[in-house]
T-cell receptor, first 113, second 113 residues
Framework: KNQVEQSPQSLIILEGKNCTLQ??????????LRWYKQDTGRGPVSLTI?????NTKSNGRYTATLDADTKQSSLHITASQLSDSASYIC????????????FGTGTSLTVIP | GAGVSQSPSNKVTEKGKDVELRCDPI?????LYWYRQSLGQGLEFLIY????????KSGLPSDRFSAERTGGSVSTLTIQRTQQEDSAVYLC???????????FGEGSWLTVV
């Protein structure tokens, strides 16, 4: 069964600290993995996308890693800011036609001053 | 347009009434998706349109839900005889084609009272 699981479900960190969010998946055949950021009351916005051959991808203070062998990804946020408070959603695509996106339930991150 | 546009942004309706939610995808995007997101929950797939192909309706929760896409562009999601459990954010997304990055609208917040 194609599934995407994220952990932790929620996380509270102090401003300036680093954190790492996890995503495990069983989607097959794998095509790519994306991390989205969803601010409260807004639609999700794409942060990074990684294909099978990519191990790491950075977007500013966000760094995503992918281990296609263990089917795990992580999103590392460096020097967190209050504006990082949001839900982070892992989305895995299967390499076939049609509706092929599988969504995790997200990690709710709260950055406090 | 510059992004995926959804309307209305907020809708409060009485139980039993019908509602229509509109999505205007990014120009040139052939793929269009509808998702539902309940409070604190992950995204639930509803329906997928790809070009002129028959839509993938496998995610529609009941026959009260229907959607159409006219002229390969604007889409309307219709919920008939709304129930309180239909209260959620309805997110529309579009992409250039299957497998490409999906871009989300800001969502239509539906509250059934």
């Amino acid at each position: 069964k194609n599934q995407v699981e994220q952990s932790p479900q929620s996380l509270i960190i102090l401003e300036g600290k680093n954190c790492t969010l996890q995503c495990n998946y069983t989607v097959s055949p794998f095509s790519n993995l994306r991390w989205y950021k969803q601010d409260t009351g807004r639609g999700p916005v794409s942060l990074t996308i990684m294909t099978f051959s990519e191990n790491t991808k950075s977007n500013g203070r966000y760094t995503a890693t992918l281990d296609a062998d263990t089917k795990q990804s992580s999103l590392h946020i460096t020097a967190s800011q209050l504006s990082d408070s949001a839900s982070y959603i892992c989305v895995v695509s299967a390499s076939r036609g049609g509706n092929q996106f599988y969504f995790g339930t997200g990690t709710s991150l709260t950055v406090i001053p | 347009g510059a992004g995926v546009s959804q309307s209305p942004s907020n809708k409060v309706t009485e139980k039993g009434k019908d509602v229509e939610l509109r999505c205007d995808p990014i120009s040139g995007h052939t793929a269009l998706y509808w998702y539902r997101q309940s409070l604190g929950q992950g995204l639930e797939f509803l329906i997928y349109f790809q070009g002129n192909s028959a839509p993938d309706k496998s995610g529609l929760p009941s026959d009260r839900f229907s959607a159409e896409r006219t002229g390969g562009s604007v889409s309307t999601l219709t919920i008939q005889r709304t129930q309180q459990e239909d209260s959620a954010v309805y997110l529309c997304a579009s992409s250039l084609g299957p497998g490409n990055t999906i871009y989300f609208g800001e969502g239509s917040w539906l509250t059934v009272v």
